[in-house]
């Protein structure tokens, strides 16, 4: 609103069209007054004339084209304005209309955006590491669907390999027809037993052949490396891969079994998790896809074939080098199977955007992945957005899967939830409850802490995940704007009962309202303004941690506010349905900020 009245000003006083980006408001430092301020400097070169008489110039045109604004100021060359109170109480009024307010709603028209994260393996259960890539891209989808796209959420499930062979011939060798009903054991952990146990047994080989190949005289580095090739385990397990794909009948069926015991462990994670997918895709359907799309470009002369008959793109021309996309013997390498997999997609959707959530390790990997997409004629490869985030450790260090030392993400989420009911208990907060209710509320109160304390963290940084500093009632985390939406609704659900409270939703814009808003109530009507914005500018930098500082900041000053103002208690009927409507927002606009990191929120703790 005031952004057009700034732009019809500068063309009515200086006669030129400025754009709406040219337009720069921000909140009032706290030392002046004020709650917008308008940089001026842009307008200097159209004004011609000094900060301080451009800035007052534009000020006078405000006042008199806007009601919205009481009064302003110039300092420097800087404009602040003083909102009119019935300007703050009629956005309190839009505000509480609206359901969604700040979020967008999408239309058959709007870009359609998929995200791919998660891309777990079927040789062993979720990690820590996929705790945050899961969260980041189910956060990821919700904020950009907040923004009007219409969203696929997809996984590409990595099931073929050597890495698979390895836990399936441990089984086969050591499993004695063990399975997850016989065992007790979740699917996915029980083939993690297995990979663990290959690794195991195959560093046993290699420390013995090594010994040998040293006794007879080679070197360390040379007889560690052949030791490492002739393993008799790694040779089996090489023997199985080609059976595989070769389309082995015994191979293919025990492939099956496992991995099916690994998918039924996946779902029960996933749902822990509160995560979930439109579309999932499987390497051994894509692999060979990938394949024929790259013979399709060397047959275009996109790509070269060098004499040993492997196949490589030349990127030296895009400042990268020359990649392998065929092995001479005719297999896949992974580019190979991203580019199968962008085919069925692209097949299967009409994407506008592909955002890919992978870590930073792969950074090259997206360099050149975009540039080959572009090439074979992808309309999004070139734009791909790669959704880079770094490592998650926790406190005691890094984590490896083959020495069976990971960081289990249902163990780790059932810690979480442990966590949150001690600490609610001895809090006092599960008083007069039931057993069902401290489950459900430890439940919701654990796993908030686990993503916000993930979430709040740039994706961009590694991280250290500590679970006792995440349950903390008090600070930026989880349960304490859990808390904080908890005691809202307590004091929506007591003023419910009053007759006075009765028509609080009409209250807030009634005439005799002017000449009662507080300067922090003031501050919280503009705090919740800015939700759209937040969750726009989010979008654009593909940010749920600009999310989750929005959520803090709010409740942050929603407790400053309650801690200085009674609601219920105020005996002015006015000012406090006014109160009652503020707290009702701030509850709606953390639960819908939350919801966005995935995060549910309590109506009692």
Known sequence: MICSVVMEGVKALYGQEVPEKMVQLQKTKREFEGNVTLVV???????????EETARELGE?????????????VVKGFL?????????????????ADADYGHKKATEASPLVMIEYSSPNTNKPLHLGHVRNNLLGWSLAQIMQANGNRVVKTNIVNDRGIHICKSMLAWLKWGNGETPETSGKKG????????VAFDK???????????????????????????????????????????WENNDPEVRALWKRMNDWVYAGFDTTYKAMGVAFDKIYYESDTYLRGKAKVEEGLAKGLFERHDDNSVWADLTGDGLDKKLLLRSDGTSVYMTQDIGTAEMRFNDYPIDK??????NEQNYHFQVLSILLDRLGFKWGKELVHFSYGMVELPNGKMKSREGTVVDADDLMALMVADALKASEEAGKFDDMTDEERQEIARIVGMGALKYFILKVDARKNMLFNPEESIDFNGNTGPFIQYTHARIRSILRKAAEEHSAAEIATASVAADAIGILNEKETSLIQKMSEYGAAVEQAGKDYSPSGIATYCYELTKEFNQFYHDYSILKEEDETKKAVRLVIARNVAKIIRNGMSLLGIEVPERM
């Open 61 to 73: 045109y405000i006042m008199e084209h806007s009601a919205a604004v009481a009064s302003y100021n």
């Open 188 to 195: 996915d952990h029980l083939i993690g037993d297995y990979y």
């Open 41 to 51: 400097f842009p307008f200097l070169k159209i004004s011609r004339k000094n900060p």
């Open 201 to 243: 047994h195959y560093r046993e080989e290699v420390k013995e052949l090594k010994a040998q190949y040293e006794a007879g005289g080679m070197g360390e580095e040379e007889a560690e490396k052949k030791a490492k090739d002739e393993a008799p385990l790694i040779k089996e397990a090489h023997d199985m891969l080609v059976k």
């Open 80 to 96: 602040n304005l003083v909102i009119a109170e019935k300007a703050w109480l009629d956005l309190l009024s839009d505000i509480d």
């Open 354 to 359: 592909m955002i890919y959530v992978v870590g």
